[in-house]
């Protein structure tokens, strides 16, 4: 016998911003729409609306629908509707909703990502607003954060989040699940120009070819489709790698990981895996993952990408935070990822140029325009020559610091008198 | 000239268990025992009549056989015995005595080594009762203990205890040399069941392949000669291995070794001969050789095989050694070599199982019930998915709480009902 | 339009031992010398003479040559001169003097090297008695100590001084520029004798093989020319290389670089620019760099050569300095560079054989040589065995004790009645 009856979303007390869906299919009878929502009277006719849309986008005629809502908006409606009725027929189909200009944009290889912002991908509530606290990204989870009986419809609401979002310039990123299902992951968050991809308990090579090659075939067959709604071409948009390092396997062949594609950005520690792994408790001194957590930095920047830092789990405790942020930086991390907004400003700070930094980009940018005016091919600082990486380093440091309100924006004009 | 007269074993105020034989071989007059003995009026005869019995086994007819015995057990002086001999004839016969049913048991790749217990392999004294001190593991050393004039008869020694010496559960092991003499020791070892076989000073993959196809070699033609007294099939008794880290190099190669055969299944570091390799002091704090350590913690785990630390030189310094194993247990490791019996106790329960380990693994092996029960296809512990190997590792601990007394063996019932 | 003048040297109040020249190439008039020297009386005329001859060497008739001496030697004045000429005419001359009986001598791969003192390239005031240190090798620099505009005349300075400057037994050394620049730098280096060349930022084997291959097609070219002015064979002298890890990808790689060639004896770490690499601040506690520290003197001794660590900077903090010198020998390295000559004896004594080292080296010896008296195949210490590798230590550590008069060059008679 074939289901007839499926449920999806979350409802309740402490429910926000969600939905919760169930659908019957029916022989007969027309659409019964039954709907429970604090703002019935506002929006219960758009809710309607939408979900008579959709049903007839996925060629329903007769079915029952009970929703409980929680202030869902329409993207969270669309995923939640979207999710019982793939329960329930089996379709290709996608119901896409616009991809908003705003989450039309790409980033670089190599801008920071002091911070990011973990969000669970089935928790709709938390990703409104996520953007306002001006994380350097925003991770939709799709793994550890999700139940497993919750991880399909999670794939759905995170796809909708990616088009409808606003994420106010944070870089827009996903972690997916390990192994097989984190390469069907792909398929719901590639064309929908997600930035970048966590790969969880990444411990080959092999598996990042294996998702390189996953995204090529996607953005292969997403070129041939109509085009979105937009004339985004996905071929020319990067989509970078940021494999997680939590296994002793993991440590080994982190060099390896690190340039085992060109998209990859970014490699992180996760902590709390790793000490699982090892069979160790973890402490705040950290001797048991100071040989994992100091190799993961060089074979990071020996790849020429960014090394990220564990997660800091007592959200509670900003002193020790702080404190963390400091040493992860003094050991070379560029970033750590936060699971609160309150740790987001602690963390930019925490690894935001120092004085020091400031001071010396400043010495070598100045260094390389004095060279440029003089034609000269070779710059050099003192007897030391520099090259154009360490020019390019400085200027990232410097734009940093401008944005941090470190320093003016025409602090360089001040010297070019003097000079 | 060919020698005629040669000497074996130890006798001397200290020697206990042990005998020194003088054999001199005669051309007429048959044979003529010289024995001195305490125990004479209760063993002599049957000295005796062993002494004759092995001295016809390979065809000596004439010769003057003087002991001096300190209580020397059969096995013992069927040793010294068929040492003189081998010293004065060429011969590939071996006179070999029962293999004990309590020595014809296997052992198994993940079992807890947390403790082993270094015992010289040509002192017998020590080797008689060393099974009674509840060790993981007991090695027969015919390597550093072993002086190189002695480590002919050790080996005989050594092949005859592993057939007679009751271990009371203990794994059975054997370090062998190193080099070409490694290889040969294991002619006289591993037909006679030894569960594991240390390797020293292991600095390359090679070596370890030509242990392993050594160990194959002597188990194939052993398979196509007379079973031994048993009807034991050698090839389907695994001989696993425990390299052990003593050089730079080793270091270097860690990862590798650990995965070189599938019967490694641990991994130590030697310190003594680490550091002087590294030309540095040893120190309590261990700076020196915390790369080391920690390398190896994370090569062994990476390869799925146990790390084990070195062990502890000062054999008076009980509260040192017990911070020690601490330190070690933090770090990663699963145990450590013993050199005395006293450190056993410590260590055993200091590598054991703490509070939160056996919570944990509780904790997984009723979710792992619940999803059974419920038929479930994925286990989840929260929202994060729990797999086969994390069971197999819970179990393990709540086997070895249950044996330690750390728990009751049904402590799962009450749980049961709760649920 | 082809340049008709140019410059070389330094001139100036606190220029010692060196001369600023100023060359003028003329249509006509002959060679005119304006000489500005406080020791003129004394030297003019060889001064005179000296550019004479060297202007007739490069066929050049009619020139204008100011020189401002500050005392320059003569391998100064011609290197000098030899620079002006150069950047006014295409020439493959070189004008070599004399190579000094003190400078044809070679060194050997397992000489100690607890300390070398660093000499900028293209200041010959700091060169003339830097052999009267006792430092165990003299670098003259043409790397980060040289400024870009003045590498070319460094070259042919370092070039002079290798030939004529005397080093007092010190090993005379050359650390080249990074990159192709460097393999350039090896043709005015390696003809002359040098006992072991620096390489810069080393990141890959890739580069060690172009230095290697570089050497031998000099060498063979050398052999084929007139021999310098000695009978000295080339070919069988061995130029020693000492890479220096300054970034993550050499650490990441410096197992495969420090058994890259057989010529490599050595291998340092650069922590400025490697803390550089890494975006970190170097810290005294050091705890940004120690993966990397004892990663490197791990691959140095698994590779048999020796681990070298960073300069340190502050010149004028003796008390630190030690503290620094005995931490890193704790740790295994076995020599650190000097900046200043007041650096060597601290440095020196801090990595000299202590009184363990040296006991254990009387020990080993001692076995050895009774062992050889006795006419044994086996050496053993105890129940362990020595092999000769370990001998040959012992010796060197006694060796350096008895030239650093911490024991009598006789010890061995005492012991060896009492055997």
Redesign the interface.
């Known amino acids: 016998m074939v289901q007839s009856i499926a449920i999806a979303g979350n409802s309740g007390p402490r429910v926000r911003s969600d939905c919760e869906i169930t659908l019957e299919m029916k022989e007969r009878g027309g659409i019964n729409i039954d709907l429970t929502s604090k703002v019935k009277t506002l929006y219960g006719e758009s809710i309607r609306s939408l979900t008579i849309e959709i049903l007839e986008f996925f060629g329903i005629k007769n079915a029952s629908v009970k929703i409980i809502d929680s202030g869902a908006l329409p993207f969270v409606l669309a995923a939640r509707l979207e999710s019982v009725i793939k329960q329930l027929i089996d379709t290709d189909l996608e119901y896409l909703q616009e991809l908003i200009i705003e989450n039309t944009g790409s980033t670089t290889r190599n801008r920071y990502r002091f911070s990011r912002l973990y969000l669970p991908g089935n928790t709709p509530g938390l990703m409104i607003n996520a953007g306002l606290h001006s994380a350097d990204g925003i991770i939709l989870d799709l793994e550890?954060?999700?139940?497993?009986e919750k991880k399909d419809e999670a794939r759905i609401l995170v796809r909708n989040a990616l088009r409808q979002v606003n994420y106010y310039g944070a870089e827009r990123m996903v972690r997916i699940n390990q192994g097989d299902r984190g390469l069907e992951d792909l398929r719901f968050v590639i064309p929908h120009n997600v930035n970048l991809v966590l790969i969880p308990k990444c411990e080959s090579t092999n598996y990042i070819k294996r998702v390189e090659e996953e995204i090529y075939n996607i953005k292969k067959e997403q070129s041939l489709s109509l085009n979105l709604n937009l004339n985004l071409n996905l071929n020319l948009i990067p989509v970078f790698l940021m494999p997680i390092i939590e296994?002793?396997?993991g440590?080994?062949n982190s060099?390896e990981i690190a340039r085992a594609s060109k998209d990859v950005v970014a490699m992180a520690i996760g902590l709390e895996d790793y000490t699982a792994?090892?069979?160790?408790?973890r402490?705040s001194e950290g001797?048991?993952s100071?040989?994992?957590r100091?190799?993961i930095?060089?074979?990071?920047?020996?790849?020429g990408i960014q090394p990220i830092d564990s997660v800091f789990s007592d959200v509670g405790d900003m002193d020790s935070l702080k404190q963390n942020v400091q040493a992860s930086?003094?050991?070379?991390f560029?970033g750590m990822g936060c699971i609160h907004p309150r740790q987001i400003p602690v963390i930019q700070n925490g690894f935001a140029p120092d004085e020091?930094?400031i001071e010396k980009s400043k010495k070598i940018i100045l260094a390389f325009e004095k060279a440029k005016r003089q034609g000269l091919g070779?710059v050099?600082l003192?007897?030391?020559?520099i090259d154009l990486p360490v020019v390019a380093?400085a200027n990232r440091i410097i734009e940093r610091a401008i944005r941090l309100k470190l320093l003016y924006p025409d602090w360089i004009d001040t010297f070019r008198e003097e000079d």
Chains 1, 2, 3 share one sequence.
């Open positions: 550890d954060s999700v139940a497993p296994t002793a396997l440590v080994e060099f792994d090892l069979g160790v408790q402490t001797k048991e100071f040989y994992a100091t190799r930095v060089v074979a990071a920047k020996a790849a930086k003094a050991l070379g560029e020091r930094e070779v050099a003192g007897t030391k020559m380093h």
